[in-house]
């Protein structure tokens, strides 16, 4: 059979996730395996009909396809989302329909999950079967039975393309919509809201003037009774996406440093602001590939929060009820930024004055929680993300990431439970009462009613 590897790291041959590839390729050498770097070069595929072209007549005469990528960001690489772009454009589409398709990623398991959701759905929009992924932490090639594993998950995606049996579908196509939105002008009475010294900033990532997008911004701009800046991502000097180097691990020093505009916007016009509001229209599962390059160009802070305490909003155009995965990158990074994610507008209603109620109560709503400086309390998308973190900041990727570790420590996210000295102290007198069985009895009985007592005794004395 022939197989076609699609590999999004930036990196090219010097991509981790390619050496999974490497390895299955190595031992199943009765196929042809045809690889493209389609991350590292997606500039000159952008520019180049001809190579771009080449890769598809590979993808045509293929048996199956193997998506093989790092997470990045909850996802994959920009250069790899750009990649997917072009390929939903014009006709490119159709050579992958009836294929076979495979996922490997590497990552350390931060919503790992969600860049697989977002592999399979558009697998599947590309009228693909579907035919597994894999998705192991990124050391694990170090271990025999990892390796084994790896091997396993081959030949399941081999036996697949060749047997070609009926897969399920596991995501809904995605609803059209013909919805043309036409935003009411705000009147300039006591209905615009007010600033009220807050720093409010919305970026966007085009300017295409005439989109539902376009006229969101501005009914949300108009909601205000000041000014309220807008920035694009098309008129910053941005050179291209993160490269996945790690430099930038050390002392938060990207390589982009002084070559382009992205790090000091970051720094100057987002962290500085107190309310971000961005903007954009859906594009194929997500948003678009320039969004992802925001997002991707923001790890020169690495794994530290930079929108602690900030309110943070999404205007969207497109159909984010049919984009649940999306929705939980949204509140996922919201959350782990420690900023708090106050809503999502979309024009899914398809009603234009709803729309406009709907935007301008968005408007207040962000106003009145920076007022109030309130975050609300992190789910398990926020709480459990911070203990990866924290544990592999603690741990192996220390030295790397020592900037991450230095303020992990000043800022008591090392809360890990062999710390909290009070606890283990009632843990070891408790343990050792409970090895008589008369009190492990009695305590047995008293487990509700201990619970709730500093509950109950907060809400009686406070
Ligand atoms: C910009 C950037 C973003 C990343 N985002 C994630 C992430 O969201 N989740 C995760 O588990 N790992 C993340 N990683 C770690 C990579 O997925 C991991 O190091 C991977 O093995 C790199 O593979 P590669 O060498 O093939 O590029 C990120 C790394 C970089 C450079």
């Known amino acids: 059979m022939k197989i076609t590897v699609l590999s999004g790291s930036p990196k090219g041959d010097l991509s981790v996730t390619f050496q999974y590839v490497r390895f299955i390729m190595k031992k199943n050498p009765d196929h042809e395996w045809v690889v493209h770097h389609v991350g590292r070069h997606i500039g000159r595929l952008a520019k180049d009909r001809d190579a771009f072209a080449a890769i598809m007549d590979d993808v045509s005469g293929s048996d199956a396809v193997l998506w093989a990528t790092p997470v990045y960001v909850a996802l994959v690489p920009s250069q790899l989302k750009r990649f997917v772009e072009m390929v939903f454009g014009g006709e490119n589409r159709k050579v992958f329909a009836g294929k076979y398709a495979g996922v490997i990623t590497t990552s350390i398991h931060f919503y790992d999950h969600t860049a697989h959701n977002y592999l399979r759905a558009i697998s599947e929009d590309l009228e693909m079967h579907f035919a597994g992924s894999f998705s192991p932490d990124m050391y694990d090639l170090m271990k025999s039975e990892e390796q084994q594993r790896l091997l396993q998950y081959a030949e399941l995606f ?232 924290r544990d592999d900041v603690w741990g192996r990727l220390r030295f790397v990431f020592q900037a991450d570790h230095a303020w992990y420590e000043a800022n008591g996210a090392y809360d890990f439970p062999q710390y909290d000295e009070k606890t283990i102290e009632i843990n070891n007198a408790m343990m050792q009462a409970m090895e008589d069985p008369d009190t492990r009895e009695s305590i047995r009985k008293m487990i509700k009613t201990k619970m709730v007592e500093p509950h109950q005794h907060i809400v009686e004395t406070r």
């Open 158 to 389: 081999l036996n697949a393309a060749a047997s070609r049996p009926p897969v399920p579908k596991a995501f809904a196509p995605l609803p059209l919509s013909g919805f043309d939105y036409e935003a009411s002008q705000v009147s300039p009475d006591s209905r615009k809201t007010g600033l009220q010294g807050s720093k409010v900033v919305v970026i966007r990532d085009d300017n295409e003037p005439g989109t539902n997008l376009d006229a969101m911004v501005r009914r949300f701009t108009d909601s205000f009774a000041e000014a309220v800046p807008v920035y694009c991502l098309d008129e910053i000097h941005i050179t291209g996406g993160c490269l996945g180097c790690c430099q930038c691990g050390i002392d938060y020093r990207c390589v982009y440093t002084g070559k382009d505009a992205f790090i000091d916007f970051y720094r100057d016009t987002v962290m500085a602001a107190d309310v971000v509001v961005l903007a954009g229209t859906a594009v194929d599962r997500y948003l678009s590939w320039k969004w992802k390059q925001y997002f991707d160009r923001r790890f020169f802070n690495t794994h530290t929060p930079t929108l602690i305490n900030k309110q943070l909003g999404y205007l969207v155009s497109g159909p984010l009820a049919g984009l649940p995965n999306l929705r939980q990158i949204m509140e996922a990074s919201a959350e782990w930024e420690q900023a708090n994610l106050v809503d999502i507008v979309t024009d899914e209603c398809a009603d234009s004055s709803l729309l406009d109620e709907r935007i301008s109560a968005f408007a207040r709503n962000l106003m009145e929680c920076a007022a109030a400086r309130y975050v609300r309390p992190r789910t398990f998308l926020g709480v459990g993300g911070m203990k990866v973190f």
